[in-house]
């Protein structure tokens, strides 16, 4: 069966540090990989999507086959970064996002 | 409106009784989802409708949950003899077809006594 797994429920950064949230993968075929972020009071939304290779909000997340993994990174973090971080995984022919449990990213001043 | 919006959301009920949960899509969107998340835990799969076609139910735990939805507008998700494993946030999502990406609710947050 598919499975998300982001090892870190919490990760308390400094203000201007880099971050790395880390999530992998298990799926034997081609997977669709996204990172949806929930800052406080608001609700779920898609942050980014592997297909498009796009940097939002200074975050890249880069898709690893050999590792299955699609760890999400940011050079200097903000305090505005603060919030719940999930990652996702679509597989082929299916719709349905198969979900991690979640990493809460804390940027302290 | 100009976002997924769900009803109630807050529930709050004795063990055994039926709970009926409200999505209203955003207007255009053919696909709707319902996903659960348990406290602590990544948001679980339930079910999912495009279109006129046959639902995705693969992911409902158990036949105490049925959902429905009119057309491709809204859709309700009902909980029968309800049991305090089923306290969660219950969230909606809706697309545009074919792997676009999901826009979510808020949630209802669902409470069994």
């Known amino acids: 069966a598919q499975r998300v797994t982001q090892p870190e429920k919490l990760l308390s950064v400094f203000k201007g540090a880099p971050v790395e949230l880390k999530c992998n993968y298990s799926y034997s075929g081609s997977p669709e990989l996204f990172w949806y972020v929930q800052y406080s009071r608001q609700r779920l939304q898609l942050l980014l999507r592997?297909?498009s290779r796009e940097s939002i909000k200074g975050f890249t997340a880069d898709l690893n086959k050999g590792e299955t993994s699609f760890h999400l990174k940011k050079p200097f973090a903000q305090e505005e970064d603060s919030a719940m971080y999930y990652c996702a995984l679509r597989t082929t022919g299916f719709q349905k996002l198969v979900f991690g449990t979640g990493t809460r990213l804390l940027v302290s001043p | 409106g100009a976002g997924v919006s769900q009803s109630p959301s807050n529930k709050v009920t004795e063990k055994g009784k039926d709970v009926e949960l409200r999505c209203d899509p955003i207007s255009g969107h053919t696909a709707l989802y319902w996903y659960r998340q348990r406290l602590g835990q990544g948001l679980e799969f339930l079910i999912y409708?495009?279109?006129?076609?046959?639902?995705?139910k693969s992911g409902l735990p158990s036949d105490r949950f049925s959902a429905e939805r009119t057309g491709e507008s809204v859709s309700t998700l009902t909980i029968q003899r309800t049991q305090q494993e089923d306290s969660a946030v219950y969230l909606c999502?809706?697309?545009?077809?074919?792997?676009?990406?999901?826009?979510f609710g808020d949630g209802t947050r669902l409470s069994i006594l």
């Open positions: 592997h297909i």
């Open positions: 999502a809706s697309s545009l077809p074919y792997g676009q990406p999901q826009h």
């Open positions: 409708f495009q279109g006129n076609s046959a639902p995705d």
